[in-house]
C-alpha cells in the first residue's frame, strides 16, 4: 500500500503562480511513474503532467511551458510548479502513481482555483 498527501493548493489571481506537493508514505519503494491530473467541474479528469523514473516528463499541450513537474526520489515526492496561471487552470488537482507491480494510486485531491 501508498499512501499519497497532497499540499499547496488555494486560490491565485490569473498570472498568478503556485507549486503542489505530493508525498508518499507506505511501500513507496516500488514507486515508479509519478503525475498530477485535474477534473474540473462537468469535466473528465485528465492528465497534466507526469514523470517516470528515470526522469522522463510528459505534459498535456495545455500546460505546456507554464507548468513543470519533478521529483524528488529521496523524500519520495513529487511537485508541481504551476506558472502563469489562468483561469482555465481551476480545478481540483489530483497526485497520482504507479508501481512497479502495476497498482495505481490517487492522492484526496487539492483544490486550485484561479480567479481575480
Known amino acids: 500500500q501508498v499512501q499519497l498527501v497532497e499540499s499547496g493548493g488555494g486560490l491565485v489571481q490569473p498570472g498568478g503562480s503556485l507549486r503542489l506537493s505530493c508525498a508518499a508514505s507506505g511501500s513507496s519503494t516500488s514507486i515508479n511513474a509519478m503525475g498530477w491530473y485535474r477534473q474540473a467541474p462537468g469535466k473528465q479528469r485528465e492528465l497534466v503532467a507526469a514523470?517516470?523514473?528515470?526522469?522522463?516528463?510528459n505534459y498535456a499541450d495545455s500546460v505546456k511551458g507554464r507548468f513543470t513537474i519533478s521529483r524528488d526520489n529521496a523524500k519520495n515526492t513529487v511537485y508541481l510548479q504551476m506558472n502563469s496561471l489562468k483561469p482555465a487552470d481551476t480545478a481540483v488537482y489530483y497526485c497520482?502513481?504507479?508501481?512497479?507491480?502495476?497498482?495505481?494510486?490517487w492522492g484526496q485531491g487539492t483544490q486550485v482555483t484561479v480567479s481575480s
Open positions: 514523470i517516470t523514473s528515470s526522469g522522463s516528463t
Open positions: 497520482s502513481i504507479a508501481t512497479i507491480f502495476g497498482s495505481a494510486y
